[in-house]
């Protein structure tokens, strides 16, 4: 049995009822258990209602519950929050990494990379817990090294009509100049998928794909991990 197996979903934490995950807190070795499934509620309860009702909810959480199991936590995300409450359109990913620095116990380091000033101003004031560098997403990954990154977040280069290749070629780019220094167990994540043909990850998926990697979730965000 994994962490993973010991998280529950809202609906099922009301059907068990929370004073009844002790006996399973227990025996999963980790003593904060209680607190990390907690930790899962109170996220839901912050943000169901700003992003319950987008087609991001799914990911968000998988990529939430799955980052409060972790011990430390390195996140790095390209394309930071540029609007303040844009929930329902760019979703406001910064956010909830925000969040999880504010609320989460232990080392945690959120860096979120864009090359627009403004919206580099928009998030460092937005989301004081976040590392904002204004600096284009391929020239600084690809000089990152020795950080054990838990997550990528894909975000940047708008998928906007006529220029919908160049933002599936900007994410590989952004990929390949990072791929190298992921370690494994490391989540990949991109937004803006349509469907398996349009959005940003339609050729990321095309090319895990090809090297055997499938989405854990393959939802408005798509989730990979790397093997
Ligand atoms: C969709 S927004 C990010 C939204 C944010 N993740 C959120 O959920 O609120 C995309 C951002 O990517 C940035 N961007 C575009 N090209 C970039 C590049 N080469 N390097 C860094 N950022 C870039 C844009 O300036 C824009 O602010």
């Not at 080392?107 to 204004?134: F, G």
């Not at 020795?146 to 894909?154: A, E, G, I, N, P």
């Amino acid at each position: 049995m994994t962490l993973d197996d010991l998280l529950f979903t809202s609906a099922e934490m009301q059907q068990i009822g929370i004073q009844h995950l002790a006996p399973i807190v227990d025996i999963s070795g980790h003593a904060d258990m209680t607190e990390r499934v907690s930790l899962f509620e109170s996220f839901v309860a912050e943000f169901e209602p700003l992003l319950g009702h987008t087609p991001r909810w799914e990911g968000f959480c998988f990529i939430v519950r799955e980052l409060l199991s972790r011990d430390t936590l390195r996140i790095l995300e390209t394309g930071t929050l540029r609007k303040v409450g844009n929930w329902a359109g760019d979703g406001c990913s910064t956010k909830i990494w925000d969040w999880i620095k504010e609320h989460k116990v232990g080392d945690i380091q959120i860096v979120s990379l864009d090359s627009d000033r403004q919206a580099c101003a928009v998030a460092r004031e937005e989301c004081k817990h976040v590392w904002v560098l204004c600096k284009d997403s391929i020239t600084y990954l690809r000089n990152i090294t020795d950080v054990q990154l838990d997550l990528v977040y894909l975000d940047s280069y708008d998928y906007s009509p006529g220029r919908e290749t160049n933002a599936c070629m900007h994410q590989v780019a952004e990929l390949a100049s990072i791929w190298e220094q992921l370690p494994s167990g490391c989540l990949i994540a991109s937004d803006d998928s349509h469907n398996p043909d349009q959005g940003k990850p339609a050729l990321t998926r095309r090319l895990l794909s090809m090297l055997g990697i499938e989405p854990l979730l393959d939802s408005y965000i798509v989730v990979w991990k790397k093997p």
